[in-house]
């Protein structure tokens, strides 16, 4: 059966058309015509259709394969590809349309990365100096002999007006909307960026802010978080925070305790069978996405039944919900469990059956009853579902509070490790020489300039400084084969041997 499309209701806005993953959907007289052998049964067309359109008739085309690597399961006729691409219907089977690769296959694309020889550095930058003015050579140009191989480490404290932390905080209590701002005091240093898996995510400084009028505080607030201190945050709607990295964050006074262990969908996935046994019907109230057992596919898959409840969230997959923010359970707007529910088919429903309700931490449960009625009757929690709720939050990992520094070092510091700076650049891009921060390697950034990340956490701390230009300085290290040095114009007569074998003696 193919999708339905009321010709009445249908406006020919196109966005069916625009959306369609598999292109199967076009406007003929400004109505949406859909072809039903492309046609995946995905639902997208649904979703984005303002007028209510679009149905699906539920009924599984005889010739179709349903395909179960996502929640979506599509319907796959012959001949034709899923929503995702990945699979294709081939004679009744589901075929992978790309072969499985080893590494040998790809190591053109992943590319050069770097001889063990020049992957540590001989020294770090930490307590180095600065290569200002950057026409003169870097305080410590050394040369020394690793695995055999000739290298050479440059090492400078560089000041960075283009530098940030991106500060990762493991808790889901809602702390604020992406894009607002952030402060220390009065001043703003950054703002709230989009979430990441279970944790919030929060961006301070940046050379915009930098070479602003709260430049100081910004490069002292960047300074503190990258060297492992205490922080005090205030968020634009009011909540406040104290960071550390490597400690749990202290929100509006009170300590957060554990991080989820997923989102809704991903907690019933890790516990459907123990959920299965705990109650008739469980639903996982979360911010991102809540679950619902009866309906979501590992709850299926391990045994559960129609229930007759529905919620008032909006469904996106079967069993999976998109939710809501708030400060109540799974920081959603549900104050009450109860109200996640927004009615019971008591023609598919029965009295006496059970519902338990939880969070993606486990620390808050309720346990209702059907009454005969179809009121919900709340109970103590049973053993079984005391399990559940236990397994949960035994699964959790501590609310911690991590740290990104990031920092634009293709400027004019590289004037002190070469006299050819671009050489440099492509040195570091192509894997010919290896940037660490304090000995701890760094992500380099595809494209232009040298622009890295680093854990602080990697960092020896107190190993950044600020400075009133204003900006940060971060110990950087750049280390290659001698004989690529000498090729980039690098500061040969500046250069010192090194003994590896005595650290900390030249």
């Known amino acids: 059966m193919v999708m339905i499309v009321d010709i009445d209701k249908c406006i020919g806005c196109g966005f ?66 899923g929503a995702c691409r990945r699979y294709v219907n081939q004679d009744g ?80 209590i809602p702390l ?50 990258a060297n492992r201190q205490k922080v005090k945050l ?41 959920f299965v046994s705990a109650a008739d019907e469980v639903i996982i109230i979360d911010s991102h996405i809540t679950a619902q057992m009866s309906r979501h596919v590992a709850g299926v898959y391990a045994g559960a039944g129609p229930t007759g409840v529905q919620l008032v969230f909006s469904e996106s997959t079967p069993g999976r919900y998109f939710g809501d923010h708030g400060q109540g359970w799974g920081g959603t707007s549900i104050t009450h469990p109860a109200d996640i529910i927004a009615g019971i088919d008591m023609a598919v429903a029965r009295p006496g059956m059970t519902l338990l309700i939880t969070e993606t931490t486990g620390q808050n449960g309720a346990f209702f009853r059907i009454a005969e009625d179809g009121d919900l009757d709340e109970i103590p929690l049973p053993e079984p579902a005391r399990r559940a709720l236990s397994a949960i939050a035994d699964s959790c990992e501590p609310s911690r509070v991590s740290a990104v520094y990031t920092g634009g070092a293709g400027g004019s510091a590289r004037a002190g490790a070469t006299r050819s700076p671009i050489k440099l650049t492509r040195a570091v891009h192509d894997g010919r020489a290896h940037l660490t921060v304090g000995g701890a390697p760094g992500f380099i950034w595809p494209g232009g300039g040298i622009s890295f990340m680093v854990d602080v956490e990697r960092v020896r701390a107190g190993s950044f400084y600020w400075t009133p230009t204003p900006a940060t300085i971060c110990p950087l290290e750049y280390t290659m084969t001698r004989s690529d040095y000498e090729t980039m114009g690098g500061h040969i007569e500046a250069m010192k041997p090194f003994n590896i074998h005595r650290p900390g003696k030249e």
């Open 16 to 81: 069916c058309v625009r959306d369609c993953p598999v292109s199967a959907i076009r406007l003929v007289k400004r109505k949406a015509v859909i072809d039903a052998d492309a046609c995946t049964h995905c639902g997208v067309c649904m979703r984005v259709c303002a007028e209510a359109a679009i149905t699906d008739p539920e009924e599984m085309p005889a010739t179709a394969v349903e395909c179960d690597a996502c929640p979506i399961k599509c319907w796959i006729q012959p001949g034709y590809e």
């Open 93 to 172: 089977r589901l075929i992978r349309t790309s072969p499985g690769y080893d590494f040998a296959d790809v190591a053109d694309t992943v590319g050069n990365d770097s001889i063990q020889a020049i992957r540590r550095p001989l020294i770090t930058a930490i307590g180095a100096g600065t290569t200002y003015p950057d026409c003169k050579p870097a305080p410590r140009i050394v040369s020394g002999n690793q695995d055999g191989i000739d290298v050479v480490t440059v090492v400078t404290e560089v000041p960075l007006s283009y530098s940030s932390v991106i500060v990762k905080i493991d808790t889901d």
């Open 176 to 225: 604020g909307r992406e894009g607002d701002r952030i402060f220390v005091g009065k001043r703003e240093v950054g703002m709230v960026e989009t979430e990441q898996y279970g944790s919030k995510m929060l961006h301070i400084g940046g050379v915009n802010r930098l070479t602003g009028q709260n430049g100081f505080i910004v490069a002292r607030t960047i300074t503190a978080v």
């Open 234 to 274: 205030r968020l634009e709607n009011g909540t406040r925070i104290e960071v550390q990295v490597g400690h749990s964050p202290v929100i509006n006074g009170k300590k957060a305790d554990r991080m989820r262990v997923g989102c809704g969908s991903a907690t019933m996935g890790l516990f459907a069978p123990l």
